[in-house]
């Protein structure tokens, strides 16, 4: 099975950016439909975008306007661009397939507080 592995986030402040990226270790990327969740503690995970093998994306309404999802797939690696971050943006972010089907990663955890 497929190890994900996330890495970028932080602490931002309101109204500032992040970039995560997840790397994949998967032969070929450009299979795969590849998507970002989220997960607050006690909470399902909730996808936040995905972007599928013709880079036809899609984004959660909380999101859209703000984050962008690319890939580069001889990198074999996703990422999350995230402006104008708000404080409602704070979780641990994942990286998967849509729907799942690789391992879940450990996330990355993005704060964003002023």
């Known amino acids: 099975q497929a190890q994900v592995v996330e890495s970028g986030g932080g602490t931002a402040q309101p109204g500032g950016s992040l970039r995560l990226s997840c790397v994949a270790s998967?032969?070929?990327?450009?299979?795969?439909?590849v998507a970002w969740y989220r997960q607050t503690p006690g909470r399902e995970r909730a996808l936040v975008a995905s972007?599928?093998?013709?880079?036809?994306?899609i984004y959660a309404d909380s999101v859209k306007g703000r984050f962008t999802i690319s890939r580069n797939n001889a990198a074999k690696t996703t990422y999350l661009q995230m402006n104008n971050l708000t404080p409602e943006d704070t979780d641990v972010y994942y990286c998967?397939?849509?729907?799942?089907?690789?391992?879940w990663g450990r996330g990355t955890q993005v704060i964003v507080s002023s």
């Open positions: 972007i599928n093998r013709g880079n036809m994306t």
């Open positions: 998967n397939t849509f729907p799942q089907t690789w391992a």
């Open positions: 998967v032969s070929i990327l450009d299979r795969y439909t």
